[in-house]
């Protein structure tokens, strides 16, 4: 269970830590301060609505009564069909998406 938890944490670690240099790529150096504090308002709104959702979706499926391990079996399936969505974003991302956060722009303006 540790080494799962570990391998789970790291993989998600690099898809957070990804994401969120690939949202600043675009972003001038004059306007860095401003976006920082949106994304970070941002970040923590959608973890707030994705609690609050899971919470909803719990609550209704467990009815009047607790929430059984069935309820939660069901819940991270659609949790995890969810998150599956993001894949329609990153399946469009091209090889140029980034250039200037990871130093290859000047490449591939070469080419």
């Not at 790291?10 to 830590?17: C, E, L, T």
């Not at 994401?19 to 675009?26: I, Q, V």
């Not at 939660?72 to 599956?84: D, K, N, P, S």
């Not at 090889?95 to 303006?109: F, T």
Request: hydrophobic letters at 55%.
């Amino acid at each position: 269970m540790l080494a799962y938890i570990f391998t789970f944490g790291a993989f998600r670690s690099v898809q957070w830590a990804s994401t969120g240099n690939l949202s600043y790529s675009d972003i001038a150096p004059e306007q860095l301060a401003r976006f920082s504090a949106l994304y970070y308002i941002l970040w923590q709104l959608a973890v707030a609505l994705s609690v609050g959702l899971a919470a909803a979706l719990l609550s209704l499926l467990a009815g009047s009564g607790h929430a059984s391990v069935n309820d939660f079996r069901i819940l991270f399936v659609i949790e995890g069909l969810i998150t599956l969505c993001a894949l329609s974003a990153y399946l469009r991302l091209t090889p140029q998406d980034g250039a200037h956060v990871s130093g290859h722009a000047a490449h591939i303006n070469a080419e």
